[in-house]
């Protein structure tokens, strides 16, 4: 089977720091991505790691490790517009796997 | 450019009937994806479209789904003799030959109610 496992929610305050873990069973993997989702909003590309390392795009990086199976997305300087629904995704030959989502809250 | 476009935004329907959701995608993306998102939950991948290639269905969930799409631009997923447990939120999204499938564009998808 198919499996991508996150924590379904997370809270935070302010310019805090907050790690989404995603670990992942999949028969094939080509990468992993990270997309957000604002509540009644459409998802939206945040990052790709294909090789195992860390990527950087602003305040967000994204975390892979293949021989982990394992993967994190970590946002810095958190504000409240970064409250959202997170999901890893794995590339799995021609289709997105998707895991079942991370709720963050952010706080004041 | 303008992004990925879904009609209608909101559906309801009533059990037994069949609706019909229409995406248009971004211009010059060739691979489409339509999506199912029940509240609270992930994306559950239903079929893929790629060029004039057969597309993969292997996640359509029974044979009352399916899906075309025209002169590999515009797709219709067309679901029969809908049931409650049909209800959800449907998304299509594209993606360019350049970036590769882990890069998708969503539509602000159709939310279909069955009741």
């Known amino acids: 089977g198919q499996s991508l496992e996150q924590p379904s929610e997370v809270t935070a305050v302010e310019g805090a720091i907050v790690q989404i873990n995603c670990t992942y069973q999949?028969?094939?993997?080509?990468?992993l991505s990270w997309y957000q989702q604002h509540d009644g909003g459409a998802p939206t590309f945040l990052s790709y790691?294909?090789?195992?390392g860390l990527e950087e795009t602003g305040r967000f990086s994204s975390f892979l490790s293949r021989s982990d199976s394992y993967g994190y997305l970590l946002l810095q300087e958190l504000q409240m517009k970064d409250s959202a629904s997170y999901f890893c995704?794995?590339?799995?030959?021609?289709?997105?796997?998707f895991g079942t989502g991370t709720r963050l809250q952010v706080f004041p | 450019g303008a992004g990925v476009s879904q009609s209608p935004s909101n559906k309801v329907t009533e059990k037994g009937k069949d609706v019909e959701l229409r995406c248009d995608p971004i211009s010059g993306h060739t691979a489409l994806y339509w999506y199912r998102q029940s509240l609270g939950q992930g994306l559950e991948f239903l079929i893929y479209?790629?060029?004039?290639?057969?597309?993969?269905k292997s996640g359509l969930p029974s044979d009352r789904f399916s899906a075309e799409r025209t002169g590999g631009s515009v797709s219709t997923l067309t679901i029969q003799r809908t049931q409650q447990e049909d209800s959800a939120v449907y998304l299509c999204?594209?993606?360019?030959?350049?970036?590769?499938?882990?890069?998708?564009?969503f539509g602000p998808g159709t939310r279909l109610t069955v009741t």
């Open positions: 479209f790629q060029g004039n290639s057969a597309p993969d």
């Open positions: 999204a594209s993606s360019s030959p350049g970036t590769g499938i882990y890069e998708q564009y």
């Open positions: 999949t028969s094939g993997f080509y990468g």
């Open positions: 790691n294909a090789l195992d």
């Open positions: 995704a794995v590339t799995n030959t021609d289709k997105l796997i």
